[in-house]
């Protein structure tokens, strides 16, 4: 089994059967008794939209494991339903975490899939597990450059023999795009928008560069003066200003690797071109973004939300051939 503990989503790859899960990383509690009332798809319906009692949390903020225990109570759920509550024959896991994860935070993912009955739990930076799963070949002395713009952190590295040769990770990405529209909406419209409303603006009209500049959006919020809903209607290029902060700093994250990168392997990735995955690779325009500004190819991956998780399921299915690519193992007897 391979899964993808991403920020926004959790996706699970069963050998042999491609992609079975796929859902928010989302869990809802009820604040008294402690006890989860939803997992994924159904909680996220509830996020901004609970009563007093319950709450929607996002265990994995930032790319990093915010609430322990409610994380590995989603990390078991997900495995248990994919075996539909029948126990793991001793099954192998390999797990892609975002490459920021500390040791403490690597070991507590590792015991959570113990926990769930995994007997070999394998854990993959995001990066590499991205860059197998756009079929990049990652295993040959050439180098790759990969750009995973996920929900909580962009990470961007360069790949050559199934090792990371250099690699940043910056707490900016998809979410962070959606907040910045959330605060735009506030400062210029007056209109308070919600996490969902605001991530439905950037994947509706939201833009990196300019494309379809004449689309308008009917967006819905509460208004700061009066208290009262109200709707109002918002334009592409005012929504990809509004994101032109964390953009910046997304845009800088490659332009540093890039400078960092040796010559030999600079020159294989302005042949090769760079790799864009993760769900921030759907903006439109983002790609024309980033090689505007290095002057170099930049590819989309062709399912962006799928490559860590596509990539799990290559290891696993590949073990042999790809076992330098782990960042951490335990094996419980
Ligand atoms: N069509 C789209 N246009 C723009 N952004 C999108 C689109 N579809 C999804 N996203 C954004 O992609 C992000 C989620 O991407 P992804 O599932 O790759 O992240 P993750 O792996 O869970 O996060 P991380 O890698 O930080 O752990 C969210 O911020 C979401 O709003």
């Known amino acids: 089994m391979g899964i993808d503990l991403g920020t926004a989503n959790t996706l699970v790859y069963v050998s042999g059967k491609g992609i079975v899960l796929q859902e928010p990383s989302v869990v809802a509690m009820d604040q008294d008794s402690k006890l989860p009332l939803a997992v994924g798809e159904d909680a996220k319906r509830m996020l901004g939209r609970t009563p007093g009692n319950v709450i929607a949390l996002r265990p994995l903020r930032d790319g990093v494991i915010a609430d322990f225990d409610t994380a590995e109570l989603m990390l078991k759920h997900f495995i248990t339903r994919v075996h539909e509550g029948k126990t793991l024959v001793s099954p192998r896991i390999v797990i892609?975490?975002?490459?920021?994860?500390?040791?403490?935070?690597?070991?507590?993912?590792?015991?959570?899939?113990?926990?769930?009955?995994?007997?070999?739990?394998?854990?993959?930076?995001?990066?590499?597990?991205?860059?197998?799963?756009?079929?990049?070949?990652?295993?040959?002395?050439?180098?790759?450059?990969?750009?995973?713009?996920?929900?909580?952190?962009?990470?961007?590295?360069?790949?050559?023999?199934?090792?990371t040769v250099l690699s940043e990770s910056v707490r900016v990405a998809g979410d962070e795009l959606s907040e910045a529209i959330a605060q735009y909406m506030k400062k210029v419209h007056n209109l308070v928008i919600g996490e969902r409303t605001s991530e439905e603006i950037k994947i509706t009209i939201g833009s990196a560069y300019p494309v379809d500049d004449d689309t308008t959006m009917e967006v819905r919020g509460l208004h700061l003066l009066s208290g009262l809903p109200r709707t109002v209607a918002v334009k592409a290029p005012e929504i990809r200003e509004s994101m032109s902060e964390p953009l910046a700093v997304i845009v800088d994250a490659v332009k540093?690797?890039?400078?960092?990168?040796?010559?030999?392997?600079?020159?294989?990735?302005?042949?090769?071109?760079?790799?864009?995955?993760?769900?921030?690779?759907?903006?439109?325009?983002?790609?024309?973004?980033?090689?505007?500004?290095?002057?170099?190819?930049?590819?989309?991956a062709a399912d962006p939300l799928s490559c860590v998780v596509l990539g799990t399921g290559r290891v696993l299915e590949n073990f042999k051939q790809l076992e330098r690519v782990f960042s951490g193992r335990s094996r419980n007897f």
């Open 96 to 163: 892609g975490i975002p490459s920021g994860v500390t040791g403490v935070e690597r070991r507590a993912v590792m015991d959570a899939a113990s926990q769930a009955g995994a007997r070999d739990v394998y854990l993959i930076d995001e990066p590499v597990a991205a860059a197998i799963g756009a079929g990049l070949p990652v295993a040959e002395p050439t180098g790759n450059m990969i750009i995973d713009i996920g929900g909580g952190t962009t990470e961007v590295a360069v790949l050559s023999l199934q090792g």
């Open 256 to 300: 540093r690797t890039l400078e960092r990168t040796p010559p030999e392997l600079a020159a294989d990735i302005i042949d090769r071109g760079i790799m864009l995955a993760g769900g921030g690779a759907l903006l439109k325009g983002i790609d024309t973004l980033i090689s505007h500004e290095t002057g170099i190819v930049v590819h989309v």
